[in-house]
């Protein structure tokens, strides 16, 4: 059974419209993030939430936002997006009071297209 | 600053084994990692080792870490043609934040 879900698989956006991608776990783990990754590239690190506590990365655009409304759920806003924003967005969940292992589990991701 | 390299691509014959190679930066990284993506999919976590350990075997994949040349390798024995996918090396900081490669592609031919 997925234990982090994301919704939807494949987004469709028009440029400079607001787009919501949605994820939800079933772990109860403390920590959600949010990467960013583009075509051939390494997935990048956008945000993440350590329980309510929001750390944003320094170089993530101002154009990305992200709510947590509890544990369970998390997601990110995109404001504006542009041509340059068109990437598989990956979130992930990890508990790290886990001990032995911090093994960050991620969705199957949300391809986001920009047109 | 934290980096992660790897070479880009390798091919192999299906039954060789391969050997995918990978060099970090950050020499307090806790957990380094081994990620494969499928075509269009999430990332899948294959197997991880600490960072105090030197080699981690699991069926037919062997992690080998050597942590004074910050270098860490992962040998797949007996490839098949199901192995086909991208793999990503991630070392993961004191914060908790994973760092990946850029990935390998991995083409089997049969």
């Known amino acids: 059974d997925a234990m982090v879900i994301q919704n939807p698989r494949y987004q469709v956006t028009q440029f400079g419209k607001p787009v919501t991608l949605s994820c939800s776990q079933t772990l109860n783990h403390n920590v959600m993030y949010w990467y960013q990754q583009k075509s051939s590239q390494a997935p990048k690190l956008l945000f993440h939430?350590?329980?309510?506590?929001?750390?944003n990365e320094a170089d993530t655009p101002d154009n990305f936002q992200s709510r947590r409304p509890n544990t369970s759920f998390c997601f990110l806003d995109i404001r504006s997006p542009g041509l340059g924003d068109a990437a598989m967005y990956l979130c992930?969940?990890?508990?790290?009071?886990?001990?032995?292992?911090?093994?960050?589990?991620f969705g199957q991701g949300t391809r986001l297209t920009v047109v | 600053g934290e980096d992660v390299e790897q070479s880009l691509f390798l091919s192999v014959r299906e039954g060789d084994s391969s050997v995918i190679n990978c060099t970090y930066t950050?020499?307090?990284?806790?957990?380094l990692y081994w990620y494969k993506q499928e075509p269009g999919a999430g990332l899948q976590l294959l197997t991880y080792i600490f960072s105090n350990m030197d080699m981690k075997q699991d069926q037919r994949l062997t992690v080998l870490l050597n942590k004074k040349d910050k270098h860490l390798s992962l040998r797949i024995a007996d490839t098949q043609t199901g192995d086909s996918a991208i793999y990503f090396c991630a070392e993961q900081n004191q914060g908790g934040k994973l760092i990946f490669g850029q990935g390998t592609e991995l083409s089997v031919k049969p």
């Open positions: 939430y350590y329980d309510k506590d929001f750390n």
């Open positions: 992930a969940t990890r508990d790290p009071g886990q001990g032995l292992s911090t093994e960050a589990f």
């Open positions: 950050d020499s307090s990284s806790t957990y």
